[in-house]
């Protein structure tokens, strides 16, 4: 194996041909940033216990890579990671990693399992997001913040719980989940973003917590199956295509504080012209 190596920083890996599984030496406890970088030939890695980070893009493009275990001493991984691992099949997460940075996992379409640690509380935008065979996820009761294009394109999700400790998530985080048929929202949020649940074709209910403040411009927008969708007394306003194009849903009940009512916000749907009525 040819490794380059500085001190306790592993600074690159040359592949040799016919070589396809590594075992990075005991005492690094650094990988830098692309030290893997498109190496399509590996397929696993095993990292000793003290590696404590992972730079950023450090096996990005690896895809024939299948197996990656990480130690318990990992607190940091950097953005892109493992984007592009289109063969990997399943991570365990270290258990004390807070963030997963984004695109972590950006498109590795076959990543069906991720188990996240208990002490995560920041998903960073699009760290899985193109995980087309990821069905299901357990998020930590930590968790606070999910960025925006998180869980974007993972299409074969289907039900999805949020901690109530989850008090941001941003914009298009669900877009085109669209196997997602339940979602079980965080009683600590405030704002639903643009186009969070975009094109989430099997969704058929939604009932938006108490807390919720205000529903942004398309967050529900072409949800075709969504039946039925419960307002909570203290939500303010509704963004313009907010509902459109959801022409399956029932005419819903509209808050009595409700201030704004953006345009078009239910167009598509056969009451449209009497939702004020």
């Given at each position: 194996m040819s490794f380059e190596i500085n001190g306790r920083e592993l600074l690159r890996w040359e592949e040799q041909p016919?070589?396809?599984?590594?075992?990075?030496?005991?005492?690094?406890?650094?990988?830098?940033?692309a030290a893997f970088r498109g190496k399509n030939t590996l397929q696993s890695v095993i990292l000793p216990q003290g590696v404590r980070e992972i730079g950023d893009a450090a096996f990005d493009g690896c895809s024939a890579l299948t197996e990656i275990i990480l130690p318990?001493?990992?607190?940091?991984?950097g953005i892109a990671a493992f984007r592009d691992c289109t063969a990997l099949k399943e991570?365990?997460?270290p258990p004390d990693l807070k963030v997963l940075s984004r695109q972590l996992f950006c498109g590795c379409r076959a990543l069906s399992s991720v188990l996240l640690p208990e002490k995560a509380e920041h998903l960073l935008p699009e760290c899985l997001s193109g995980c087309r065979s990821l069905t299901k996820?357990?998020?930590?009761?930590?968790?606070?913040?999910?960025?925006d294009h998180c869980f974007a394109g993972c299409r074969s999700l289907k039900g999805i719980?949020?901690?109530d400790s989850v008090v941001e998530m941003e914009y298009s985080s669900f877009w085109g989940c669209e196997q997602l048929e339940n979602i079980t929202l965080s009683a600590g949020l405030r704002y639903i973003r643009k186009y969070t649940f975009h094109g989430c074709i099997s969704l058929q209910s939604v009932v938006i917590p108490e807390g919720v403040m205000s529903i942004a411009e398309g967050a529900f927008q072409g949800c075709v199956r969504l039946k039925e969708v419960r307002f909570p007394e203290g939500l303010e306003a509704i963004g313009k295509w907010a509902f459109r194009n959801c022409t399956s849903l029932q005419k819903p009940l509209l808050p009595k504080g409700l201030i704004v009512l953006g345009a078009k916000a239910f167009a598509g749907c056969e009451w449209e012209d009497s939702i004020l009525q």
């Open positions: 016919g070589e396809s599984a590594v075992r990075v030496p005991d005492g690094v406890e650094v990988i830098r940033e318990d001493s990992v607190r940091s991984i991570v365990r997460l996820i357990v998020l930590p009761g930590h968790l606070r913040q999910m960025g719980s949020l901690p």
